[in-house]
């Protein structure tokens, strides 16, 4: 006998409901309650010879299924379990850090950093390079609100700025010591995935079969797809995908600092076409992350340096858009609070200027939101970008991912240890429900913040000031966003 309950998860962010059903199953046998997908293939190889048949295939390497196939490897349930990851990119290995810092980089929560730490990577990136921020300020640029969250007395780290291939490079290192028990294919291109069915029928195919551009064909128990926003495991596996773009793009760049500083602490503003945040790199370079229209974001790169300099310690120091009004009501709301709760102000500290930046450091890329229906098939799970795509103002793209690695490889270590098939739907439920519970909030948060600073509307920019300046005021809430975003 088995009990079946069903979830519904209401996704709502700014866009028609979207329900996600989560079954969880208690007992032996699914039966036929497992999710189906949109195409099947018979298979006359489904006697293929045992070792073309892996327990896992991952499927996308970068940071999240480097990671994946680390915490796999190194689980001591899993120690018997044949791996093999599969990166269409090339082995990436770096001795020492390069000399210049690149565009592409992370805000690593601690609860990332301890994953990474469990894998043995966090030393190898403590000896490339990171840089930590004890403090983060964020501010209006309509209004005179902020607010900051740091934590008690600065003594601990809030995050870590790490450049993408460094942790990719940290993470490859660690594989190379689980050469026995993770196999790694790289400059591997797969072509085609085919499905088995959720029950056994004759001449059908017991697991996923891949096939890849050379012609060769594998098997697999369970596939982890960890292929980018792009997922072509998620599109051939049929899963729906709830998303749409924000008619934004992100401009990046790497700064350098007029003057050295101490560097600890991660700047945002919010301007009326989007965010601009700068991430400290060193005592003397900060990361950009301008979110902002696509017209702008084309005008920025063709600037010349002194322009988009300038551009930027504008966008940074400048009151343009304030309004009287909107100012009066504020200072007014922050006197009473002030009254009422005298340890619940901020000092307002100023960015560090901008002198210039790194050679042919400006690239865009376009902003969306995305969200995958189901984490998991029958034998397919989705871990990272594949199943979620967030804004990158909360910095939180990495660290949802992280957490994806971290919670599915609880999940499957759990099935090993009770003799339990690997891509069962029973177990991978567990992975499903526990992750959408954690994202989904998070996204909403985004996704609403997103569209509330979008604006320069009087009676939108009176709100979100009094909200800003409310929440600042009030320190058990802060401290419960930070724990709730170190996850």
Partial sequence: MFTLRRISLAVAVGRPCVNVTVRSVNGARLGNITRGFSSTESDEESGKAQNDVYDIIISGGGMVGTAMACSL??????QSKKILLLEAGPKKEMDKAPEVYSTRVSSISPGSATLLSGLGAWDHIINLRCKSYQ?????????????????????????????????????????????????VHYRTRVVKYTWPRPYQVSDSIPWVKVTLASGQTLHTKLLIGADGPN????????????????????????????????????????????PIAMLPLSDTESSLVWSTSHQHAEELLQMD???????????????????????????????A?????????????????????????????????????????HRVALIGDAAHRVHPLAGQGANLGFGDVACL?????????????????QHLLEYETERQRHNLPMMAAIDLMKR????????????????????????????????YASK
């Fill in 231 to 274: 997922s072509m495991v998620r599109k051939e596996a049929g899963i729906p995908t709830v998303k749409w773009n924000y008619d934004q793009s992100a401009v990046v760049a790497v700064l350098h600092l007029s003057e050295p500083t101490e560097n600890n602490v991660a700047w945002q503003r919010f301007l009326p076409r989007g």
């Fill in 305 to 335: 340096e002194e322009s988009f300099v300038d551009a930027i310690n504008s966008a940074f120091w400048s009151n343009e858009n304030q309004s009287d009004l909107i100012e009066a009501a504020g200072s007014l709301f922050r006197t």
């Fill in 73 to 78: 490897g190194f689980d001591p349930n899993l």
């Fill in 135 to 183: 403090k983060m300020q964020v501010w209006d640029a309509c209004s005179d609100a902020l607010i900051t969250f740091d934590k008690e007395n600065l003594q601990d780290e809030m995050a870590y700025v790490v450049e993408n291939d460094v942790i990719v490079a940290a993470l490859t290192k660690q594989l190379q010591t689980l050469s026995e028990q993770v196999e």
């Fill in 337 to 377: 609070l002030s009254v009422l709760m005298p340890n619940g102000t901020s000092t307002r500290q100023l960015p560090p200027s901008v002198a210039g930046i790194g050679p042919k450091s400006r690239v865009m890329f376009p902003l969306g939101m995305g969200h995958a229906s189901e984490y998991i098939r």
């Fill in 409 to 425: 490889t609880q999940v499957l270590s759990q099935a090993a240890f009770n003799g339990k098939d690997l891509g069962a739907m």
């Fill in 452 to 483: 509330l600073y979008s604006t320069n509307a009087a009676p939108m920019v009176l709100l979100r000031t009094l909200g800003l300046q409310a929440t600042n005021a009030l320190p058990p809430l802060k401290e419960q966003i930070i724990a």
